[in-house]
């Protein structure tokens, strides 16, 4: 894992997405951000994920996030942990008495508007498996979804590991409506290797990446509500089980899975 960089530029890129055919090449204005916040978890296997910047959400879709999954979340270190190679291990088990997983925030811990958000992740695989790294507006329990936004930096369906979503989520543009693009490995799946997610956001638009990829811009002109993206976020990380966006697992779904998470940053444009 590479050492905290203070300060990063992003000039002139032009990169091929990992596994792709070669992408066309992309000039983008050079932009210069530095680093606000981020989780190396480059502890010992032994310790507990670090509790200042991390909290939990516990239970069941009943506890109102819905989308019909139906995995139990957890803080139990069997679906939640570090394996002392320097990443945070989010992991998806079956038992007799259902599933269970883990959702991590950074909510009312950690909180950002615009700038760059990124992570470095390996997704799992399999029907049914929603892993997913997105952002809340920090305003929901006052205003609730989705006029608090939504950002969803990465989230795959485990039957279709080549292809990737970026998607926002608003009043007037939420659920199955949501403003969203794929993004799709031609030659390689996302499970096979480690990824860069990431979204640089200002007040006018949202641009989404994959391994420094512009592959979406969102602007208010593309909402038909209420853009709703001009304050601060947190971040979460999550794997669901089954849900309206995937459907369920099937005797195929290799369990137990598990997300593997190198780094999350965090930069603010200088």
Same mark, same amino acid.
């Not at 959400?57 to 803080?75: C, F, H, M, R």
């Given at each position: 894992?590479?050492?905290?960089?203070?300060?990063?530029?992003?000039?002139?890129?032009?990169?091929?997405?990992?596994?792709?055919?070669?992408?066309?090449?992309?000039?983008?204005?050079?932009?210069?951000?530095?680093? #606000?916040?981020?989780?190396?978890?480059?502890?010992?296997?032994?310790?507990?994920?670090?509790?200042?910047? /991390?909290?939990?959400?516990?239970?069941?879709?009943?506890?109102?996030?819905?989308?019909?999954?139906?995995?139990?979340?957890?803080?139990?270190?069997?679906?939640?942990?570090?394996?002392? !190679?320097?990443?945070?291990?989010?992991?998806?088990? !079956?038992?007799?008495?259902?599933?269970?997983?883990?959702?991590? !925030?950074?909510?009312?811990?950690?909180?950002? *508007?615009?700038?760059?958000?990124? #992570?470095?992740?390996?997704?799992?695989?399999?029907?049914?498996?929603?892993?997913?790294?997105?952002?809340?507006?920090?305003?929901?329990?006052?205003?609730?979804?989705?006029?608090?936004?939504?950002?969803?930096?990465?989230?795959?369906?485990?039957?279709?590991?080549?292809?990737?979503?970026?998607?926002?989520?608003?009043?007037?543009?939420?659920?199955?409506?949501?403003?969203?693009?794929?993004?799709?490995? *031609?030659?390689?799946?996302?499970?096979?290797?480690?990824?860069?997610?990431?979204?640089? /956001?200002?007040?006018?638009?949202?641009?989404?990446?994959?391994?420094?990829?512009?592959?979406?811009?969102?602007?208010?002109?593309?909402?038909?509500?209420?853009?709703?993206?001009?304050?601060?976020?947190?971040?979460?990380?999550?794997?669901?089980?089954?849900?309206?966006?995937?459907?369920?697992?099937?005797?195929?779904?290799?369990?137990?899975?598990?997300?593997?998470?190198?780094?999350?940053?965090?930069?603010?444009?200088?």
């Amino acid at each position: 894992m590479n050492n905290k960089i203070k300060t990063i530029l992003f000039a002139i890129i032009a990169l091929s997405a990992v596994g792709c055919e070669i992408e066309p090449k992309q000039t983008l204005p050079e932009r210069k951000f530095e680093l #606000a916040w981020s989780d190396e978890f480059d502890v010992d296997s032994s310790a507990a994920l670090d509790a200042a910047k /991390w909290t939990y959400d516990i239970g069941t879709g009943e506890n109102g996030w819905g989308n019909n999954e139906l995995q139990t979340y957890t803080q139990n270190l069997k679906n939640v942990s570090l394996d002392g !190679k320097g990443n945070l291990v989010i992991t998806a088990l !079956k038992s007799t008495s259902g599933y269970t997983s883990a959702r991590i !925030k950074t909510e009312g811990l950690f909180s950002n *508007q615009f700038g760059r958000v990124e #992570a470095r992740i390996k997704t799992p695989t399999g029907s049914g498996i929603w892993p997913a790294f997105w952002m809340l507006g920090s305003n929901i329990k006052k205003v609730g979804w989705p006029q608090c936004g939504e950002i969803d930096i990465m989230e795959q369906k485990g039957k279709f590991s080549n292809i990737n979503y970026g998607s926002v989520h608003g009043p007037g543009y939420a659920g199955g409506q949501a403003i969203t693009a794929p993004y799709v490995l *031609q030659n390689d799946r996302f499970d096979n290797n480690f990824n860069v997610y990431a979204v640089e /956001w200002s007040e006018n638009k949202v641009d989404f990446f994959v391994n420094n990829y512009l592959y979406k811009r969102i602007t208010p002109s593309d909402a038909s509500g209420q853009w709703v993206f001009n304050q601060s976020f947190f971040i979460i990380m999550n794997i669901a089980v089954g849900g309206s966006f995937i459907g369920p697992p099937n005797d195929n779904t290799p369990f137990p899975v598990s997300m593997l998470i190198d780094y999350v940053r965090v930069y603010k444009q200088k």
